[in-house]
């Protein structure tokens, strides 16, 4: 019980129940997608904290909201590298808003271009971004869903 | 766009296009790509060393000046911090890890020509 905080690399297989087993989500693909929010924490809190920094007033709304994508970005980064349920349950509440988060601003940007000037991460779908927001929650849920606690590892 | 652009443009590509190979090739990452990815590095010192020369010489960034060399130390972060992540767990993932530090430079390479000129 005493190591149960132990982050051991190696994923412990199907034999493994708690908190051995959840410590998959950060091995194989998981270290790719681990990699790429990593990046999208860095770019998006560096493009947030210099857009409110230097030009704050003239568009306030889009740049909180670049701050809250940072924000989620950060949090989705650090729970995906983190074992056990509840940094799980993190990931997916983490993930989840930023699909609705680039879906709701993706959207309102194609519709409302006057309210959302194209300066979030997750404006027209993160097309400045090769769409690459749009694609990586996808993935992000398809890897949390496969990795689930009590998931495969236990049903198998 | 400059001469240090184009030289992130090609060992950048090239970087990424071996690591995305061996990755494929279902490799750990080896002396290859994480050599690759540490010429990436060695791009990234040149612009670094020759952008300082060139601010000292007297030639104005036409952007902010902080943001240039805010993006000129991230990008240079990059491959150190690939290369630790890919080395802690040494599987074929690791090599797709290390194939993104190439775009990444090179993307923000394309940023630092815009803000230089």
Redesign the interface.
Known sequence: MKDQRTAS?AGQGPAGDGPAASNSRN??????LI??YA?FA??AS?RAG?QIL?KFPEAPLAYLLSAFAALVYVVATVSLAKAGSTWFKVSVAAVLVELVGVLVVGALSVFDPVAFPHETVWSLFGRGYAFVPLVLPILGLVWLYRRRPGGLASAA | MDAYFYILLVVGLLSTGVCLAAGILKKAPNDVTILSVAAVEVALLVYLVGSIIRVIAGEPIAG?AW?FW?YMV?AML?PPA?VY?SI??R?R??N??LA?VGV?ALVMAARMNQIWY
Not at chain 1, 27 to 32: K, N, S
């Open positions: 690399p091995t194989g693909p998981g270290r790719l990699a790429v990046v860095i770019s560096a210099y230097t | 902010e943001e805010g991230t990059l690939a992540w802690l767990e599987t993932w690791s797709f890890v993104a990444t």
